[in-house]
């Protein structure tokens, strides 16, 4: 049986190889966010430490808000815990594989991201790699990314005096495209719908500051009696069928 060293040393090339994207995509992402955060006044270490501890990228751009605004722990609370939310859904079908990992799984638990379990997930690997390791260390190398991209903006947006107007529309920006993305591919766009049309009545009824929580509550509640009723009529016509 081969030691946990050489089975992560077997799985890092295939890791990284399928990080390849994520890479990219990250290295640019926290470089605007790490200059984001500097430009906004804060030091150079900040990116460094809310990349590592909290690697949550909407948290983060929104983060800078809400330390420069009032003091409000329930409202950031409540924030986070609803842009988290959706890591629920996924992260609940990636237990199984996680439980034999060891220690391991709890940095996993923690780094899980939608590209890390979109990797994990679909990945196709060789007989002679160990998708532990290999699981391990694509969670690893993806928040190094963020964790590297963030840290270069803060250096360059301490040194250089870069223009941060419009930077924290790049997250903006990047689920605008993921949107878009997901709606080609769905064949039903009720919940593409739905989450546009809730979510411009509490922009029009509380403003763009008040809107955020109350529509992603009224999201996910919408969603969920949906799916019930989809579950009910799928019963009562299995019924039929007998």
Same mark, same amino acid.
């Given at each position: ?80 815990l609803c842009i988290g939310a959706r ?105 593409? !719908?739905?989450?546009?049309? =809730?979510?411009? +009545?509490? @922009? /029009? %009824? $509380?403003?763009?500051?008040?809107? !955020?929580?109350?529509?992603? =509550?009224?999201? +996910?509640? @919408? /969603? %969920? $009696? ?17």
């Amino acid at each position: 049986m081969p030691s946990k060293t050489s089975a992560l040393r077997a799985a890092l090339p295939h890791a990284f190889r399928h990080t390849l994207p994520i890479l990219a995509g990250f290295l640019f992402l926290g470089m605007t966010y790490g200059i984001y955060m500097t430009g906004s006044g804060f030091p150079v270490y900040y990116p460094l430490l809310t990349s590592l501890l909290v690697f949550s990228g909407t948290m983060e751009f929104l983060a800078v808000n809400l330390l420069l605004g009032a003091f409000s722990p329930i409202q950031a609370f409540l924030l986070a815990l609803c842009i988290g939310a959706r890591h629920t859904v996924y992260g609940l079908s990636m237990l199984e594989e996680y439980r034999p990992l060891g220690p391991k799984k709890f940095y996993m638990i923690f780094g899980l991201c939608d590209e890390t379990f979109s990797v994990n997930r679909a990945a196709v690997l060789p007989g002679t790699v160990d998708r532990g390791a290999f699981m391990f260390l694509v969670t690893l190398l993806d928040q190094c990314y963020w964790v590297c991209g963030a840290s270069l903006g803060a250096l360059f947006g301490s040194f250089l005096p870069f223009p941060t107007q419009g930077l924290d529309f790049s997250m903006t920006a990047l689920f605008v495209v993921i949107f878009l993305e997901q709606l080609l591919k769905e064949r039903s766009h009720l919940s593409s !719908l739905l989450g546009l049309a =809730v979510s411009l +009545c509490f @922009l /029009l %009824l $509380l403003g763009p500051d008040l809107f !955020l929580i109350p529509s992603i =509550v009224t999201i +996910c509640l @919408l /969603l %969920l $009696l949906c799916d019930r009723h989809a579950q009910k009529a799928g019963k009562k016509e299995g019924a039929g069928h007998e």
